[in-house]
């Protein structure tokens, strides 16, 4: 069978699959060379009846800015339906960041290059994800033939009294649109081959009141993500119970916030289209604008609490043999997944630490180098995150915590300035819990 015929009997296979079961990332072919056209139109339909389905979850940009063949690029060279939805989701959500930077003229290739690592990295740990289940389907087969194997190594506790599972949803109105005809025009006038080059406008212009909104959007996704720890793909977090009431006052607050800045752009909104249209010359297309109430259905807020259920507690209505298979398969799950929790809670404090440490390398006799009071208080407050993010009293945390209480136990910015030994023995038992922290890749 031919990859093309794989590829559609695949695609035709897996279309009734939930859409919430996604695969990694797959060696590329060509779009258009090894996936015919009629494939293309029934992956497109089905990523786009998700999308309609999830507008107001940030798939708008999505139905709104791209068209097919921007779409079949981003995920060209999938050999299966997974991975082509998987590249989706990864495109939408990089999308919003992307072009809210451009569009402010904020971009840089710095940022350009940190938002490729960031891809890069998620394409890297689906990669590890889609071994681990290979892991597991093997044993599956293995036991069934007989073959001997051992049980997997239990070394994590239980977390289901000590965290649970939130997941913060926003969507929101972009306000830009991707013009065709004058993409076409850019193309074409530049000699350029189509596609290669892209036109979006803004359709509100510099509005203050939407941007206003899609900055405390930004503001209010960074503290969700440094409040919490990852869990699962699909935007669930692990939130430490020890955080659970701080963490809803202060996101009950931003959502009423959030609430009345969009309030306040609706309330201007039609007045910014009259004042876009003159704005937008030939570019402005009426149909394009929603109206007020369409507008409004696009911005939701929602935050969901679950429980976390605790490893081992997996009971169905089936044989003994079957149960204890499906509990050892979760309690794998279960332990990869809080691993990969504390490896961004380890990454965040290398990170720190490896600043901190830069940052004091100096003598008096040196030019002296500045660092903002943040620098410390940084340190300081992660060395709080470290006990609350310890969901399962890990050994190695709990440790790395106690040495960075003793190392910066007295010290203030304003010391490290003035003393030339404090700021040398900060440093050097700041290198010490450098070493001390597990391997990270980084």
Request: with cysteine; net charge negative.
């Amino acid at each position: 069978m031919s990859n093309k015929d794989q590829l559609a009997a695949e695609v035709h296979e897996q279309l009734h699959y939930e859409l919430s079961h996604m695969g990694s990332h797959g060696p590329v072919l060509k779009a258009n060379e090894e996936i015919d056209a009629e494939v293309n139109k029934k992956i497109i339909e089905k990523i786009n009846a998700h999308a309609y389905a999830n507008y107001d979850k940030g798939w708008d940009g999505w139905i709104e800015t791209m068209d097919d063949d921007d779409k079949i690029k981003v995920f060209e060279g999938a050999k299966d339906y997974d991975t082509c939805f998987h590249r989706a989701v990864i495109e939408v959500a990089h999308m919003t960041e992307i072009t809210e930077a451009a569009a402010e003229g904020d971009a840089n290739p710095e940022y350009m290059d940190q938002m490729t690592a960031d891809r890069k990295r998620m394409e890297v740990e689906a990669e590890k994800s889609k071994a681990a289940l290979k892991e597991l389907e093997n044993a599956e087969v293995n036991k069934k033939l007989g073959i001997p194997q051992s049980a997997p190594e239990l070394e994590t506790a239980s977390i289901g009294s000590s965290a649970v599972n939130v997941e913060l949803g926003i969507s929101q109105w972009t306000g830009r649109k991707k013009d065709r005809t004058a993409s076409k025009e850019v193309t074409t006038s530049n000699n350029a081959e189509t596609g290669v080059a892209s036109v979006h406008k803004m359709l509100l212009g510099k509005c203050p009141e939407l941007k206003a909104v899609h900055d405390l959007t930004g503001l209010i996704r960074n503290e969700h993500y440094a409040m919490t720890m990852p869990w699962l793909d699909t935007g669930l977090r692990l939130l430490p119970t020890k955080m659970f009431f701080d963490y809803q006052k202060h996101m009950t607050g931003r959502q009423t916030q959030w609430h009345d800045l969009v309030q306040a752009f609706l309330d201007v909104y039609q007045f910014a289209t009259a004042k876009a249209q003159a704005q937008l010359g030939s570019l402005y297309y009426q149909a394009e604008y929603p109206t007020p109430d369409a507008l409004a259905r696009k911005f939701r807020f929602s935050l969901n609490y679950m429980p976390l259920p605790d490893r081992g507690d997996f009971r169905l209505d089936v044989t003994a043999d079957v149960n204890t298979d499906l509990a050892t398969h979760y309690d794998t799950f279960y332990r990869e997944r809080l691993e990969n929790s504390y490896k961004e809670v380890w990454t965040r404090l290398f990170k720190i630490l490896e600043r901190m440490s830069s940052r004091l390398d100096y003598a008096d006799t040196e030019d002296k180098k500045v660092f903002r009071d943040s620098l410390v208080e940084n340190v300081l407050e992660m060395i709080e995150l470290l006990e609350q993010f310890n969901v399962s009293n890990n050994s190695q945390m709990s440790a790395a915590r106690l040495a960075l209480e003793e190392a910066m136990y007295g010290v203030t910015p304003d010391a490290l300035r003035e003393d030339e030994y404090l700021r040398s023995e900060t440093k050097r038992k700041v290198d010490e819990i450098i070493k001390t922290l597990p391997s990270l890749d980084i």
